[in-house]
């Protein structure tokens, strides 16, 4: 009687390590399968974080010029075809003008191209400023051939940045670009940004 209570109870005893090890196996593959979450999680967050992600923030309404639709990639389209047509120095300046005053509608947010419009806009300024020391000269008969060479540098920048621009709104940054844009890391980024700020101090003293 002792052999069959002492078998019984082996038996038992086994059963019971057995679903205790079934339990632990289930417990093991429970605590993997949230391990897998967390890192699903965790990878998710540092992509959105990303400043390479941008989005469009744009408040079109009331815009309704050109005949376009009143959109970020139809907006940016026709400036990046309509400056390529401007052959008059004298329109540089007021071409880049419209533009950049056209930014209260239709803006980004994403680290890189923010910063990207913002030296868009600086480069419009500049083209301000040159604009007036052009009229002053002229109105003071001096010699206006420095200011005209540094307005064209500055357009041709302004150009291009804007072509760079629109490749990444619109054709989702595939093609050749100018190397002008911190989107997409451009190669002459701070060839840019060593003439616009380098003219920046200049003017601020």
């Not at 052009?134 to 051939?145: C, H, K, L, P, W």
Request: hydrophobic share 35%.
């Amino acid at each position: 009687m002792k052999q069959i209570k002492l078998v019984f109870t082996g038996l038992l005893l086994s059963g019971l390590l057995m679903g205790c090890t079934e339990e632990e196996k289930k417990v093991e593959q429970v605590k993997a399968k949230e391990a897998e979450n967390e890192v699903v999680t965790i990878e998710t967050k540092t992509e959105v974080n990303s400043s390479k992600v941008w989005k469009d923030v744009s408040k079109p309404d009331g815009f309704n010029d050109y005949g376009i639709e009143p959109t970020l990639k139809a907006w940016i389209a026709y400036h990046a075809e309509d400056i390529t047509k401007t052959t008059d120095v004298n329109e540089y300046y007021s071409r880049a003008n419209r533009l950049t005053k056209e930014l209260s509608y239709f803006r980004v947010q994403g680290e890189d191209l923010e910063k990207d419009f913002e030296n868009l806009n600086v480069l419009q300024t500049f083209m301000g400023h040159l604009d007036y020391v052009i009229s002053v000269e002229e109105e003071q008969g001096i010699d206006t051939a420095e200011a005209y060479e540094e307005l064209k540098v500055s357009f041709k920048y302004f150009t291009e940045l804007l072509q760079d621009l629109n490749s990444i709104i619109n054709d989702n940054s595939q093609g050749e670009t100018f190397g002008l844009t911190h989107q997409l890391d451009g190669n002459r980024v701070d060839e840019l940004e060593k003439f616009l700020y380098s003219e920046a101090v200049e003017i601020g003293k």
